[in-house]
């Protein structure tokens, strides 16, 4: 591995000559070009600083692989120095425009040119440039990123983000073109899924990869490259097109696909492979923007090599989630590196407890393998969460004439998101003097924390309560987040109202639920003591006009049981001041109502000198009530004229837990206020 570098800018003048190579080389001598890099231990990009080709660019590796020697200061992508054969372009409204500045080489050089609205500039740990075409903005950022196969940033990140700054719509799509070359093998084949790609291939959709991979030689490998399509922050191509480098370079946008041609630069005799991922054109409205972004660097393969060499590639690292079964790819590859074919060769995969196929079987007949010829192989392998942390993957390959082979690749399996609620409550409330909870509402607290090795994403926090407990006005039962990250902790507050009905201890419960994660859950239990029963007149106070737009005053109250504990019936009389309110009529409430069915007896009462005597009745044929609070009756009063008037309540009978007497009595007061 190389020293490590701290990421550097540099700007090398070069002078170009004409270059010793035909056709798509030799070209006439443009003006001098400046590359400027940012680079780690693992690789180096570089990016065209112009004023020819500004923008495009080049990855070389510095350390590459750590394991590996062989792979120190290699190409990947061609144009180490001067960047110019790899480019991309942007179709706006079914116009191509290759991003940056002007050329005049071969590649992107029948197409229109974006400029630059700011040149190529190391901010931090990538190089930015920005240009514009019309309303259309794109920014090109080339960065360092983890590799899904190495879990070290040997890989560059590739991104564009496409803005419309226009009032109206626009139809944009992106083209971005990669001349890949390994050290200075420039035509070896590409391998995608389960097989080698020798020849112009173009994979649409579900036949798209998670990832691509290169090399020469699996016994002596100089440089092993590898395009990622898929996972966090990446956007997938609609389209890869594998092709030589010829036909793309010649082509900003669409051709006539060569399915089946060789790798043979067009119009030349060289092998010169490339790859073109395409994001079809889409509507893009005012004000939006869209991201395209795809990594390419160093390929994480375990190699063993032998007369029948090995080589075994797999993600470094996945996740196991309980709510969703979420399949990775294992690639195989078998080198044929001896003198003699190999005759009935077997390729199988074993794996560790915690890992299964998704689908079909464990070993692959190969067949025959002439020398020199490479075959390889492809798993779908599901994580079953029996096992996490460091797991292993083994392929074997066996031959009925040389001798056999194994390779071992680690993989870690995260932990899902572990949720662990802890809640906390009063263990009690008080009853105080004035026959009412202390405190009310009282507070629910509750903690959460994540004891797995991925983030609990989409948090959703709810508290559960049972009848007699209701949560304060305002208060959400749902409290959300977007993520709790591994070893994190974060805390939740509810306020809660006792209803007096029912009492006793009763339980609270806050659940936990995140994606990937198996929800959890505590409970907690408060003693809510009994309250004596109070007959209530509501509201206790209030203040009416005489007259309301010259029509008498209505003003209705309510007589309410609360709690209605065992409430089986009753009576009650009421008494007022008959020179101020005038009784209208009185109407029953639930206390003599069961669904939906009027219950008897029942009496309005009888008025006499300020007062109604014996308002109510019997659930007859009915259980007893038993909630928080009942309204009896409501009296409806007309106001007569200005004045006071007590509203007091004396219960005659009452056949309920509180018994004869049993009851407090809470009355109320009418003020009605003279009309202006």
């Not at 798209?208 to 699996?218: G, H, V």
């Not at 003003?555 to 089986?568: G, T």
């Not at 009296?635 to 006071?644: I, R, S, T």
């Amino acid at each position: 591995m190389g020293t490590l570098r701290y990421i550097a800018l540099m700007v090398n003048a070069v002078a170009v000559s004409a270059l010793a190579l035909s056709g798509a080389w030799a070209q006439v001598e443009p003006p001098k070009a400046r590359a400027i890099a940012v680079e780690n231990e693992f690789i180096r990009i570089r990016v065209n600083a112009g004023p020819q080709e500004a923008g495009r660019f080049a990855v070389d590796t510095t350390g590459g692989d750590p394991s590996r020697s062989a792979d120190d200061n290699k190409v990947l992508i061609y144009g180490s120095r001067e960047p110019w054969t790899s480019y991309t372009t942007v179709v706006i409204d079914g116009t191509p425009h290759v991003f940056g500045g002007p050329t005049e080489r071969r590649a992107g050089g029948g197409a229109a040119a974006t400029a630059l609205s700011a040149e190529p500039r190391v901010d931090g740990n990538q190089v930015v440039a920005t240009a514009r075409v019309g309303d259309i903005e794109i920014r090109q950022t080339l960065g360092f990123a983890r590799s899904p196969t190495t879990r070290v940033k040997d890989a560059a990140l590739i991104s564009y983000e496409v803005t419309n700054r226009a009032p109206r719509e626009h139809v944009v799509g992106l083209r971005v073109m990669v001349d890949t070359m390994l050290g200075s093998n420039d035509g070896a084949p590409l391998r995608a899924g389960g097989g080698a790609i020798e020849r112009a291939t173009q994979l649409v959709g579900a036949d798209i990869p998670e990832y691509w991979q290169a090399f020469d030689s699996l016994a002596d490998p100089a440089v092993i490259s590898q395009g990622t399509l898929g996972g966090p922050g990446l956007s997938p191509p609609n389209r890869l097109e594998m092709v030589d480098w010829g036909t793309l370079a010649d082509s900003a946008w669409s051709f006539a696909f060569p399915t089946g041609a060789d790798f043979t630069r067009r119009g030349e005799e060289a092998q010169d492979t490339a790859v073109a991922l395409y994001w079809d054109p889409a509507p893009l409205g005012p004000g939006e923007s869209r991201t395209y972004a795809t990594l390419y660097g160093v390929g994480g393969v375990s190699l063993s090599p032998a007369e029948l060499s090995l080589g075994l590639t797999a993600p470094a690292e996945v996740d196991f989630q309980h709510d969703e079964v979420r399949p990775f790819s294992v690639v195989a590859y078998v080198e044929n590196s001896g003198g003699f074919e190999s005759r009935g060769t077997r390729l199988a995969l074993s794996l560790s407890e915690g890992l299964k196929l998704a689908e079909g079987s464990a070993t692959v007949q190969l067949g025959l393998v002439p020398p020199g010829q490479t075959r390889q192989a492809v798993w779908r392998v599901t994580p079953t969460g029996q096992a996490t942390g460091s797991l292993q993957i083994v392929a074997t390959v066996t031959s009925d004439n040389l001798e056999p082979n194994r390779v071992t690749r680690d993989i870690t399996v995260n932990s899902p998101p572990q949720l662990v609620v802890k809640v906390s409550a009063p263990e009690s409330l008080r009853v105080s003097l004035e026959n009412r909870y202390v405190p009310n509402p009282f507070e629910v607290g509750a903690k959460i924390a994540n004891r797995g090795a991925q983030a609990g994403k989409n948090l959703v926090v709810s508290i559960e309560l049972p009848e007699g407990l209701a949560l304060a006005d305002g208060v959400e039962a749902n409290q959300v987040f977007a993520r709790l990250d591994p070893a994190a902790e974060l805390a939740c507050r509810w306020k809660v109202r006792a209803l007096g009905m029912p009492t006793g201890p009763l339980p609270i419960v806050v659940k936990a639920t995140a994606a990937g994660a198996k929800p959890a859950s505590e409970r907690a239990r408060v003693r809510i003591p009994e309250l004596v029963p109070e007959l209530q007149v509501h509201p206790a106070a209030q203040r009416v006009p005489e007259l309301t737009d010259g029509q008498p005053t209505l003003v209705p109250i309510s007589v309410r049981l609360v709690p209605a504990r065992d409430f089986r019936g009753g009576t009650v009389t009421l008494s007022y001041d008959a020179s101020v309110l005038e009784p209208l009529y009185v109407s029953r409430g639930e206390g003599f109502v069961e669904q939906g069915r009027l219950l008897s007896p029942w009496s309005a009462g009888r008025q006499q000198d300020g007062r109604i005597e014996n308002i109510g009745g019997e659930r007859a044929g009915a259980p007893a009530l038993n909630v928080a609070e009942a309204t009896l009756f409501t009296v409806v009063f007309m106001a007569k004229q200005p004045g006071d008037s007590a509203i007091t309540l004396e219960p005659t009978s009452m056949l309920a837990a509180g018994g004869e007497g049993g009851y407090r009595v809470v009355g109320g007061t009418i003020v009605v206020e003279p009309s202006e």
